[in-house]
């Protein structure tokens, strides 16, 4: 019977240290996700801002804002 609970004791300390292990493979897992949202972010700030060039460089400030 102590043995059967010895075993038991290892296989949930086995276990309690794979849960931590992919706990934080899920806090990683995060941080790179908002790494990877922050970039898009940037670049479609950056294509509004590239068009918005376009139309004032090439329609001129004026017309631009009278087609809005």
Do not use: V
């Amino acid at each position: 019977m102590d043995e059967k609970i010895s075993r038991m004791q290892l296989q949930l300390d086995k276990h309690d240290s794979q849960i931590g292990k992919l706990f934080s493979r899920i806090e990683n897992t995060n941080l790179c996700i908002q790494k990877i949202n922050t970039s898009l972010m940037q670049i479609k700030w950056g294509i509004y801002g590239a068009f918005a060039w376009y139309i004032i460089t090439h329609i001129g400030i004026i017309e631009a804002l009278r087609l809005m």
